[in-house]
């Protein structure tokens, strides 16, 4: 007997808490820290800017969806994505919710660049062949 388990990547994905026309698959990565932050911060565009968690929060750098210019942050926005549904998120800590703006990122990777990479030719491409490591 067979069971039709759908893992949450495979599910439709409920709209965003706060964003109803948009889901988690449509944001990239920096477009979901900055949505996340619009909701840490009562969904006002302005106190996003004036956020003053930046020793606390690992996503601080990214809040405003756009990669800072004045300095290099320690770590990528996936890394801090990760980072703050495993440490700082007590909601993601033991189920994600798919209805946050990082639900498709909270693992630390990017599903949409999943196939991406991985074959050294051409041939090895057609062939289905990945690369070994």
């Known amino acids: 007997m067979s069971t039709n ?4 990547e495979q599910q439709e994905l409920p709209p965003l808490r706060g964003f109803p026309d948009l889901t988690a698959d449509d944001l990239t990565p920096l477009k979901a ?3 996340r ?5 009562g969904h006002h565009a302005a106190q996003v800017q004036k956020c003053d968690w930046d020793d606390q929060c690992s996503l601080w750098p990214y809040r ?3 990669r ?4 290099t942050p320690k770590l990528t926005p996936l890394r ?3 980072r703050h549904c495993r440490e700082e998120c007590q909601a993601c800590s033991d189920t994600p919710d798919p209805e946050c703006a990082l639900f498709v990122y909270h693992k630390g990777h990017n599903p949409r660049r999943k196939g991406n990479g991985g074959f050294r030719s051409t041939k090895q491409w057609k062939t289905g062949a990945a690369k070994k490591h």
Request: proline share 5%.
């Open 37 to 41: 932050c619009t909701d840490c911060n």
């Open 64 to 66: 405003t969806g756009r």
């Open 5 to 8: 388990v759908q893992t949450y």
């Open 80 to 82: 801090s994505i990760r």
């Open 68 to 71: 800072p210019k004045d300095a």
């Open 33 to 35: 820290i900055h949505c």
